[in-house]
């Protein structure tokens, strides 16, 4: 089964509003986890890297403004879009790391679509 | 940034068949991960490979980590309709470093 759950599986949302992603790693604790955006067709790029109890690290390019996470605890990171448009409209997946088996496992992905 | 070379780009074969893809890299990598993933869904983990030269099989798939730690390739044999999706591969630079990096994927198709 899942160890990773992500929430919502899809969400609409009107354009200029903010939505919230939550990332939930299930029956273990992840002190890193990981947000990706992915395209049609392509591969996922990595947005940022969520560390537990400090500041995300974000990937050249992407605006730290804008897409805020926030990494409260062990098992929780959440992703808010903020002020969406509609080229903010992707598939984005969480990651987190299992220490203990060195594997990185990843969230059913959530769909975003700004109108 | 840094990319792996992962072909092909695309397959199509018949049922039964069996199938090879690999990831290279100008890099050397500590670890490399082979995923897959069924469309509107997240990455799935089908192999781990963790030590240069070695061979671990999940099933019918099979995965190897280059002897020189620059490549990997994942096999499937006797292909299922079931084993349609996107493949990827995935390297880390260090045990202890958190990012991976992504190849590009293969997409499977399989001929009815």
């Known amino acids: 089964g899942a160890v990773v759950s992500q929430h919502p599986s899809w969400v609409i949302c009107k354009s200029g509003t903010s939505v919230k992603i939550e990332c939930r790693s299930l029956d273990f604790q992840a002190t890193t986890m990981f947000w990706y955006r992915q395209f049609p067709k392509q591969s996922l790029m990595l947005m940022a890297t969520?560390?537990?109890?400090?500041?995300?690290?974000?990937e050249q390019g992407v605006e730290k403004d804008k897409f805020l996470i926030n990494h409260a605890s062990l098992t929780l990171s959440t992703l808010t879009v903020t002020s969406a448009h509609p080229e903010d409209s992707s598939f984005y997946i969480c990651?987190?790391?299992?220490?203990?088996?060195?594997?990185?496992?990843f969230g059913e992905g959530s769909w975003l679509t700004v109108v | 940034g840094q990319q792996l070379n992962q072909s092909p780009q695309s397959m199509f074969i018949q049922e039964g068949e069996d199938v090879s893809m690999n990831c290279t890299s100008s890099s050397i990598f500590n670890t490399w991960l082979w995923y897959k993933q069924d469309p509107g869904e997240g990455p799935v983990l089908l192999i781990a490979?963790?030590?240069?030269?070695e061979l671990t099989s999940n099933g019918r798939l099979t995965a190897q980590f280059g002897i020189t730690r620059k490549d990997s390739f994942l096999n499937i044999s006797a292909s299922i309709p079931s084993d349609v999706g996107i493949y990827f591969c995935a390297g880390r630079k260090a045990h202890r470093d958190d990012k991976i990096i992504f190849g590009k994927g293969t997409r499977l198709h399989i001929l009815p």
């Open positions: 969520s560390n537990e109890g400090s500041k995300a690290t974000y």
């Open positions: 990651s987190a790391r299992r220490e203990a088996l060195s594997t990185i496992y």
């Open positions: 490979l963790y030590k240069a030269g």
